[in-house]
């Protein structure tokens, strides 16, 4: 079954929305702070409104979504089905496919995972926040994509 990454069109709001619920429980150390309604409407909007990439696979649909807005990549989350089948690394190669003169995004500091993915494909830290600036108030990381020479 192969994956294509395709730009999402509206009618994938309601697939994104589920597959960051998903991908975001998996994330125990963050507080919930929004009911799944409200993600849901949050995502679908972001969807219709932002530069949204899905990765579609045969026979499933939506496992995976990357958020690109002005420099930013806002969201990058794949569907814990499809954790370290590859799923995140092509819909990474396509932010940095389309937009060559690079972007910066956060992470969360607990997110090993993500942060080995990030410093493997290429990212640099900026730097560390004691995360009261975010919603979450949790520790975060920025990082820039490319890592500068
Ligand atoms: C991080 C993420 C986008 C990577 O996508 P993926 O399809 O699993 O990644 P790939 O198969 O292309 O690459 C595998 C790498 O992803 C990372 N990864 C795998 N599972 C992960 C998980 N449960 N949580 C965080 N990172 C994970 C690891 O670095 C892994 O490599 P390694 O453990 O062998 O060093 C995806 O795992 C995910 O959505 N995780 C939860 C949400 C998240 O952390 N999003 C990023 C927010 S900044």
Redesign the pocket.
């Known amino acids: 079954m192969t994956t294509t990454i395709r730009r999402a069109t509206k009618e994938d709001g309601a697939a994104v929305g589920e ?1 960051f619920l998903a ?2 429980a ?2 125990t150390y963050l507080p919930r702070l929004h009911t799944d309604e409200e993600t849901r409407g949050h995502f679908a909007r972001l969807t219709a409104e932002k530069e949204t990439w899905v ?1 579609d696979r045969e026979g499933q649909g939506v496992v ?1 979504f990357a958020v690109i807005d002005g420099g930013w990549l806002e ?6 089905s ?11 190669k396509q932010a940095t496919t389309r937009h060559p003169q690079g972007f910066q ?4 500091q607990k ?8 410093e ?1 494909n290429g990212c640099a830290l900026v730097k560390l926040t004691d995360g009261q600036d975010n919603e979450e108030k949790e520790p975060d990381v920025l990082y820039v994509w490319p890592a500068p020479n």
Do not use: C, D, E, Q
């Not at 499809?82 to 092509?90: A, H, I, L, V």
């Not at 997110?111 to 990030?118: I, M, T, W």
């Open positions: 597959v991908a975001r998996t994330m990765a995976g969201h990058l989350y794949v569907h814990p499809r954790f370290n089948s590859g799923t995140g690394s092509k819909l990474f995004f956060w992470a969360f997110n090993a995972g993500a942060r080995r993915f990030y493997r």
